[in-house]
T-cell receptor
Framework: AQSVTQPDIHITVSEGASLELRCNYS??????LFWYVQSPGQGLQLLLK??????LVQGIKGFEAEFKRSQSSFNLRKPSVHWSDAAEYFC??????????????FGTGTQLKVEL | KAGVTQTPRYLIKTRGQQVTLSCSPI?????VSWYQQTPGQGLQFLFE???????NKGNFPGRFSGRQFSNSRSEMNVSTLELGDSALYLC?????????????FGQGTRLTVV
């Protein structure tokens, strides 16, 4: 079965500093990988996704992520964090079910705090 | 374009009761998935419906059930509620039912079981 590990439960960065959130996955086939963000009391918003092709993917709000098959990683990065980026971030792997179907397996999330 | 709408936003129920949650997907979307979010277990997949058929199911007891209507709206039902069912229930809709179609999440229904 697939799994996702986000080793950092909490991360605190200063506004303007760079950010990297780690994500490791376990999946037998070519993974579908996602990063979502959740603000308090809200649902999940998709930041970016990787299906195939270029291993560096760009997303919304200035985020990017790099897929590294050899390391089974899909780390999220942002060069300069804004106070509004404070939220919880989830990495997810999508399981393509035989015959079609959507099923996301999520990591436990990383809570990002931004210090002004 | 309206987003995914979940109703109600908040619910308080008593142990042993049953509850029905509703999800209206984005217009034109035919796939609806449900997730449970708790502090202890995180985000867990419940089930997915596409064209009124359950296409995939997570590892939850039979007390959790769902259905999808011809207009793609979906409901999930939890019977014989337990304290551990307290959670944020999230619905996601997508146009298709393959992994390369983006899923859009609603704001969730916060269920508290007392």
């Amino acid at each position: 079965a697939q799994s996702v590990t986000q080793p950092d439960i909490h991360i605190t960065v200063s506004e303007g500093a760079s950010l990297e959130l780690r994500c490791n996955y376990s999946y037998g086939a070519t993974p579908y990988l996602f990063w979502y963000v959740q603000s308090p009391g809200q649902g999940l918003q998709l930041l970016l996704k990787y299906f195939s092709g270029d291993t560096l993917v760009q997303g919304i709000k200035g985020f990017e992520a790099e897929f590294k098959r050899s390391q089974s990683s899909f780390n999220l990065r942002k060069p300069s964090v804004h106070w509004s980026d404070a939220a919880e971030y989830f990495c997810a792997v999508g399981e393509g079910v035989t015959g079609g179907g959507n099923k996301l397996t999520f990591g436990t999330g990383t809570q990002l705090k931004v210090e002004l | 374009k309206a987003g995914v709408t979940q109703t109600p936003r908040y619910l308080i129920k008593t142990r042993g009761q049953q509850v029905t949650l509703s999800c209206s997907p984005i217009s034109g979307h035919r796939s609806v998935s449900w997730y449970q979010q708790t502090p202890g277990q995180g985000l867990q997949f419940l089930f997915e419906y596409f064209s009124e058929t359950q296409r995939n199911k997570g590892n939850f007891p039979g007390r959790f059930s769902g259905r999808q209507f011809s207009n793609s709206r979906s409901e999930m039902n939890v019977s014989t509620l337990e304290l551990g069912d307290s959670a944020l229930y999230l619905c996601a809709s997508s146009w298709g039912h393959s992994m390369n179609t983006e899923a859009f999440f609603g704001q969730g229904t916060r269920l508290t079981v007392v």
